[in-house]
């Protein structure tokens, strides 16, 4: 049995109404200095430049997948009956952390570091951190069965489809949270109606009941509308253009002989090694703003400049990608003496809203159909079906500063 | 006249639905990188320990001040007919600027730089900045009655009434937005209603139509329980006394002859002269929360513990404040060899959820009765006259190390 | 054991997100032709004649407290411990058919009848209905103890504290159905807060803990504005005004001799005898509306003019009560030879947020101190203490018809 | 110069906020008998059956319709400027009347009576009724112009595509209201930025920036939903089912020789010939709930049954119509005697969420591309041409009494 909280913890949530903790170890691992470091990371790197509001963490955000989970584990009857006493436990602290190793500005850092976040959150779980004692104290072997689901190596498939699937307490939580501040209404769609229609096929397999299909649907255009609106917004790309830039630079400009002279935040990032946790923890958005004041100083003019677009938000304007868009753009940057490689930047992005069956991927969402049959969703919802067998929406834009725009 | 954008510039705000800006010399200040700085300062230094979403910023709730003014000199007709286009564009201005010269975690700022937010705020806006160029440049001395607005010596009492009195553009934005923020549902009351019975009486002095009384009546409770709820609550004040702490033992530390070794955003904090802006700009969330990490590693023992409970949120906890409170802890405190100066924080607020007329100050509220007349706040209506009149609430707290709570 | 439904019956309700249903009692009491028949009843008789979205019903209402109360004997743990399966059963039901007995437009047809809504309640569950009989059948005995619960005389005090006190889920549904449904804000308080700090003392007393004190004030002053700006709203009164005075003609020019020439659904009411159900049945909106359409040309000029006015909702203006105001109306009355007994409509309210304990009734609002002391609320609040002791609004309006306003 | 109310009216409304008025021909319709008869037709009548708080009237959305056409016509920069100030106010009234001539339970009335309601909205404009004389009388000609929008034979076709197209002022209101008195979150949509969006194309074309297409696609999305989760709700259509029964058993037993002993508002329904406008006027839910309750005692069995069975709420039963459950169903209602006439209902919906362009009808949307071309929405939008070209969703069922669900 796991040792419960003295009194149940209650944490105000604008999203959830109260975020619930009742568990000893899930209230520990939300004090631990690793979960507490979440604070100092925001979920959306970047749409904060569109949406002035958006500066909600990972913080906010996995205390609300924890809570989704929660509710899945203990409101809905068949994975109520399903699921053991430990593996509930597992999968509510598998929620709670499954973002542990997201870094400063994500997508960026993932590439400057070449690491996936998840590599990250599974080496914070298991390499003997406060996070793996307390979960191992909690119960000898928690802290692998943990990161077990988060890799999607769990012995129990289901785990993994209540963390991360199409249809997940992931998903489900920052569609509505990135919805609720950012103040756009298009993420939000009706939670409460999928849970309650939520079922278990075959001990194997969540499923949908055909009831909650139209939820479902609207489920699947909030995130395809949160997709093209926030996510995917160009001046959130041009963020991460602009810092792609600077950091591509600082690899260019330090190595092993000079490495010294970079600020100590951004040393590690230069070594060609992976990181260590210590090196890792240090890496948050206060660090890093801090880092881009003092590299506004910096001699080099590239880095000063690119430091300083982020600081102050003098992000790159942007153009649809073309021949002829692209052609203008190098002409100008040739009269001002700028390099194409840092100056014009180039992002293609597409999104599918539902990504059906193929036979390999497991994160597909099954419907059961009144008469009993399971379909994969696409074969449930004419909806789904047109979008997924309709023309595909692409965006290829290139950024590129906003002074040669005026140019002629 | 003024300059106006090329087109009407909208930015989504969850709390105003769009904050929306026409004139360029707004504009222009807003993509300033003063006010981009607001990005990186908490609008509630330390409540976001307690409500984990809030951690909205003062770029947002400037905005939105702004907002809120640019509404009531747009559709308050009293207001439209009795101001100048000038004095509606200082005013707006003034919204927008007035909290400017925040440092990070507010109070503790103050205290620690003996300087208030308000005179940062003026000299930013007059000291030749950036600021102050974008003002100057749309009309000459604009940016002298700007400040004069927030200094309260504006020729035309009215424009500190919308900027700054007890029924404001600035409080009716912060109550709705850290509401929205906190999820809190005690900030909520009805600006709509506020701004339709605003009236204007001998062209000096706002009013409010008896028929708003409800309103304010309600806006009036909000803020009473804001205050209670949020900005007073004993967390919020754990988080102040710990930095307290730390800044005062960096004090004690470090003097003239070895400022070198503090880490260098803090610095100009011990230098006993007023800051440069140069050094205050410096000065924000992002620097602060990456000099608690640096200090976290201090060699002073009472250093690296504050910055490391700082950064790691291990606040103190409370109690009442007694005579016997006081001694236990103190008795503890000589047990574990802890310094009582840094080990056992007193903190005593009160709030009047309303202040009225005596005379001196200008911020009272007026309601104009249906029969014409004139009257204080607290003479129209019964719940504020009570209010006013009743037992005041007071809150005397004691905060000390969470380890101590269990010595015995 | 009380039979379960085959499955839980989920109502969509804006208020609480879903009515839960699942006990077969509770679904056949709802299904009953004497609960639909509150789908004809709304909540508020008069204010849709100000705030035009107000057409919410009892129906509706009567399962939003239905809702609450089974929150409560589900999820608040004091609860959930003090009351046997059969109690919570039975205030469940007392919840869901509290409101039973109201007739159209309340307070009216209380006047007219000379007997309270609470008597009819009674009536209906114990003499011998559908309902009755469903109650009886489901546990020999449960339409009394459904009914004595309504009445106060229930064995177990807590039962009538939970469905009818000063803080109990009868005004806790309608403060927020009502400002949901008018669109006002002063209704919403935080019940979420105030059902977790409840708890039971000494097994016989509903108590808050201290820490939910503020919630409390909260939905004291909620209470408070909803009286004055949607309950006590004089248009609401206006109407209530013109059909009192349509009624006391009615029973002016009927009586035994000719009651067969007055429309059918209004001949009990003026046969000065209690009516039978089955002709209380009958007296809804519906009939109402169709009786007012008909009377509007009836053949006395009274009769036809009031019918009118509330079927085309040309109700009478109003003016502050004062000698001088009678006065003015009265002399302008006789100059159009309209009778003052119809056309010169009084009426006084006052309005006491929180009614303290005075030693006799039962409803008051107690609060369980950190200390483990019990305070009445007014001793445990200062704004309730403010508001319990100081002045009283009250309102004294005359109405007469718009006509007369513009004479002279 | 059409004349103002003396003041601002403004009706507080949970959709919009508020409804302004401040022209008195507007106010003046507001306050007619015709238009407050619209206080007792529902808007939805059947899904209150299924959604127990959609209680909602036609009245309240008329006032929301001219709200959302006010607003375009003082807000949207474009259509300021192309409509005189007599097309405005004709806009407004149009939007404000539209739905004039609506009976109530709309459609089955149409069905009985063989008249569109677009047909009765038109008389009483026209007809010589209070409205035509007000309309009339602020400005000559005024009815016969409102009337020419309702009929799409308005000289300015922008006057029709802003009341009645597949984007227009009805819809847009009637999206949001039923959402918020359903409690469903489908209907909701970002009309902020639809309206912010929108344009004119030469002169009179209404077209949306193409900035915009994400909100349309969002409305188009939300009207499927609510289209299938609300107004084709199978328990609205088996309302409309027993309705529909009702009214053919009446019309076969009564006719010219027998009509007096009809219950009176029903009269004029068996005439064979067009109603008058006062006997329509006299139609309305309370009317009609009264003569329920009247029929609901009728010696025919079949009125009877079907009486009560309305105003009770003891609905039939569905199921997928295939040819084994009609079979199925027919035997069952001849072992009961009962006739198949009455006893078994069939209905078939489709909805197609947005109808493209074929050349003929002309309330398409059309958008206006970035590059200045103008598209039809669904060649602008991938998931309107998905939705337009994929597979139809259909729903075709039976309706039969609940007993025979039981029967074997």
């Not at 205390?63 to 053991?84: C, K, Q, T, W």
């Not at 590439?111 to 104290?137: A, F, W």
């Amino acid at each position: 049995m796991f040792a419960k909280t003295d009194e149940l913890k209650v944490l105000r949530d604008p999203v959830h109404g109260y975020i619930r903790v009742e568990l000893q170890v899930i209230w520990d691992c939300i004090n631990s200095a690793w979960f507490q470091r979440l604070r100092r990371i925001r979920q959306l790197g970047g749409a904060n430049m569109v949406y002035h509001c958006a500066e909600h963490t990972r913080f906010s955000h996995s205390l609300g997948v924890y809570e989704v989970v929660r509710r899945m584990v203990s409101e809905v009857p068949d994975i109520v009956a399903a699921l053991s006493e430990r593996d509930k436990v597992v999968v509510m602290a598998a929620g709670l952390l499954h973002d542990l190793g997201h870094g400063p500005y994500s997508h960026t850092f993932e590439l400057v570091t070449n690491t996936s976040h998840e590599e990250y959150t599974c080496r914070i779980i298991e390499e003997d951190t406060e996070i793996t004692r307390i979960l191992n104290s909690a119960a000898p072997g928690l802290a692998k069965e943990v990161a077990d689901v988060i890799r999607h190596t769990s012995a129990n498939p289901l785990l993994s489809q209540i963390v991360s699937s199409q249809l997940d307490a992931d998903r489900m939580d920052y569609l509505l949270r990135d919805a609720y501040f950012t103040g756009t209404k298009y993420g939000e769609f009706d939670m409460e109606r999928i849970l309650r229609t939520l079922r278990i096929e075959d001990g194997r397999q969540l499923v949908v009941k055909q009831s909650g299909v139209y939820a479902v649907e609207n489920y699947i255009m909030s995130r395809y509308h949160m997709y093209w609106q926030v996510y995917y917004h160009p001046t959130a790309r041009s963020f991460e253009c602009v810092m792609n830039a600077l950091f591509r630079r600082i690899k260019e400009l330090y190595g092993p002989a000079n490495e010294e002279e970079l600020i100590d935040v951004f040393r590690p990032l230069i070594k060609n090694r992976p990181l260590s946790l210590a090196e890792y923890f240090r890496l948050d958005e206060s660090s890093c703003g801090y880092a881009f004041d003092v590299l506004a100083g910096h001699p080099d003019r590239i880095v000063s400049d690119m430091a300083g677009r982020i600081r102050d938000r003098r992000l790159f304007v942007y153009a649809d990608s073309t021949p002829e868009s692209i052609e203008a753009v190098r002409e100008k940057l040739a009269a001002c003496d700028l390099s194409e490689e840092y100056y014009l930047g180039h992002d293609s992005v597409r999104q599918n809203p539902y990504v059906p069956y193929t036979g390999q991927q497991d994160g597909s969402i099954w419907v059961r159909m009144k008469d009993g049959s399971v379909r994969e969703l696409s074969n449930a919802s004419n909806i789904v079906y047109s979008l997924t067998h309709g023309p595909t929406n692409d965006d290829n834009k290139i950024f590129f500063p906003r002074e040669l725009a005026g140019l002629d």
